[in-house]
């Protein structure tokens, strides 16, 4: 590790030990939203409340309530009737991916390619989640669609702090291998400052954990195995990864030597979610 690598992470993780690093907030009309959905004595009125106090986000659900995947031939010109025909949960975490989308805009032209990066890859990786959960686990879809949506949160802060060293910027690798190695823990960090449940905390601190064995399948293994699938065919040294050594697979009964976005109805599961989160 160079000079400057070792400076920039001993910064980092003592602001983060100190707290002072700078994390992420998640917008309050999200964190509005998910209190009102996981409030078993809230009604779809009080979650069209809070959504119509954002036009940004009533004029994005609008359009994915009208959009081919919903299947639906009636075109709706409201956010009730958006609501209505999407569902509770798929506009909380809609509603969470359209304003997580928003932290991913770069300040500077230098780090604007790799966060477009990594959100495209949040996306796929989400996707994936949604579909193994769906047809593999009991787990609920779309809290794993949340978990592979916010599983390299944790790059956000390094990226940010990175604009402040030139240098390491101009070197790639040496980048790569410090949000490698960092961005689990501050992912973590991040999440639990959010208030999001401990499935989601585990799954932004373990996905990259390929010895993780937990008792049963769990979100941490849908997400290290979403991860895994996304790299497949890719440079990425995860792709180099023997995954017959990974437990993931076979807690949710997949052979390691499958892939999943090429089996037909699970692709095409893969296909639509992430292009219903990029709408």
Not at 75 to 98: K, N, P, Y
Not at 138 to 144: G, H, I, S
Not at 217 to 227: G, K, Q, R
């Amino acid at each position: 590790m160079s000079d400057i690598s070792r400076q920039f992470c001993d910064e980092l993780l003592d602001d983060l030990e100190h707290n002072r690093l700078v994390l992420p907030t998640l917008p309050e009309v999200a964190l509005k939203v998910r209190d009102v959905v996981d409030d078993p004595d809230s009604s779809i009125s009080d979650l069209v409340k809070i959504i119509v106090s954002d036009p940004a986000l009533s004029a994005r659900l609008i359009q994915v309530a009208n959009s081919p995947l919903m299947r639906a031939g009636r075109q709706i010109e409201s956010v009730d009737a958006a609501v209505g025909r999407l569902g509770m949960r798929i506009v909380r975490d809609l509603a969470t991916s359209m304003v997580m989308e928003q932290m991913f805009q770069a300040t500077s032209d230098v780090t604007d390619h790799r966060l477009r990066r990594l959100w495209e890859h949040s996306t796929e990786v989400a996707a994936i989640c949604h579909a193994l959960a769906g047809q593999f686990t009991r787990l609920n879809p779309e809290q794993a669609l949340l978990a592979g949506l916010v599983h390299d949160i944790g790059a956000l802060p390094i990226l940010t702090k990175a604009e402040d060293f030139p240098e390491l910027l101009q070197d790639e690798a040496a980048l790569d291998r410090i949000i490698s190695e960092l961005h689990p823990r501050i992912g973590g960090a991040i999440l639990r400052s959010w208030n999001f449940p401990s499935e989601l905390v585990d799954s932004a601190e373990q996905h990259e954990n390929m010895g993780y064995n937990s008792a049963a399948a769990d979100y941490v293994d849908v997400v290290i195995v979403a991860n895994l699938q996304s790299y497949l065919g890719s440079g990425h040294p995860m792709a180099e990864q023997d995954l017959s050594q990974v437990p993931a697979f076979a807690k949710l009964g997949l052979s390691p030597d499958v892939n999943v976005i090429d089996m037909e109805e699970t692709g095409n599961a893969i296909r639509e979610t992430q292009q219903l989160l990029s709408i």
